[in-house]
């Protein structure tokens, strides 16, 4: 057990706690997360790179690794699943049942560069055959944030609108979600590139956006703040990749450059030994 300091710390100060385990060795790092519960180490580790985080969970046993996946947001869970081995992958989801699973298997079959990979799956969403009194009822409830849209979902799981928080509350109770339900404006589909919406004008006025599969089911939402993330960490990787690519390049001509001399040398020294011995 991690002594009361140590977990108000975690706690209290997660981004900071975050990037003193990344530099902790596997050792310490075994030590640290056996002692730590799974819902603090929830809250921890999704302030860490994915690399980062899937280093901290590898040494650990999958069950407990997975414990910890569970209570994290989902879209968090599934960065940090995809930087991990395959095998090690492998025996954490084994340990995954039920809904979450799914979805995070689902969520894994997408490209990191597209939509589906990155939603946010854990939202409230409404039936739009409910009454107003049932919908404020249930989001009294909710332990997701619903925010001032909520969707609006039909039998099939189609998206079929979204209505405004203050709208239900100054509706009367007996009315059903429908007479307050308005059209979607925009909804993205989760085969779509990143790249392609990150600079869409619907983010000046929305804060979240709906995600649909090629079915029109409803998947979830994108944040806005998860495309500003995403395409800060895609440009330092390929930063990253092409100073890796010019570093290799370079040790490679160092390298035949090498080679080039001692053959050069080679040639030079037979030739003054066969004119030594004319």
């Not at 990344?22 to 929830?42: G, H, I, N, T, Y």
């Not at 035949?256 to 030079?268: H, I, M, P, Q, T």
């Amino acid at each position: 057990m991690l002594d009361a300091l140590t977990r108000g710390y975690l706690d209290l100060h997660p981004a900071a706690a975050a990037r003193t385990l990344a530099r902790l060795e596997r050792d310490d790092l075994v030590a640290l997360f056996e002692a730590m519960s799974p819902q603090l180490a929830a809250v921890v580790l999704p302030h860490m790179a994915p690399a980062a985080a899937a280093r901290c969970l590898a040494p650990l046993p999958a069950k407990p690794a997975a414990e910890i996946l569970t209570r994290m947001p989902s879209h968090s869970a599934g960065l940090v699943l995809r930087s991990m081995d395959r095998e090690v992958r492998k025996a954490v989801l084994a340990t995954v049942s039920g809904p979450l699973a799914a979805r995070l298997r689902l969520r894994l079959r997408y490209p990191e560069t597209v939509i589906g990979a990155l939603v946010v799956a854990d939202v409230l969403t409404l039936g739009r055959d409910l009454r107003v009194s049932d919908a404020l009822r249930l989001i009294r409830r909710s332990r997701q944030s619903p925010g001032h849209l909520i969707y609006v979902l039909d039998e099939r799981r189609r998206l079929g609108g979204m209505v405004d928080l203050g709208d239900l509350l100054s509706e009367r109770d007996r009315s059903l979600v429908n007479r307050v339900m308005k059209p979607v404006p925009l909804a993205l589909n989760a085969r779509a590139a990143l790249s392609s919406v990150s600079n869409h004008p619907a983010w000046l006025t929305h804060e979240c956006l709906p995600v649909v599969n090629r079915d029109g089911l409803f998947q979830g939402v994108l944040p806005r703040s998860t495309v500003m993330r995403e395409e800060q960490q895609l440009l330092a990787e390929v930063e990253e990749r092409s100073e890796l690519a010019t570093t290799r390049a370079a040790l490679a001509d160092v390298f035949w450059l090498a080679v080039a001399s001692l053959f050069a040398g080679s040639g030079a020294k037979s030739r003054q030994d066969a004119e030594g011995g004319m």
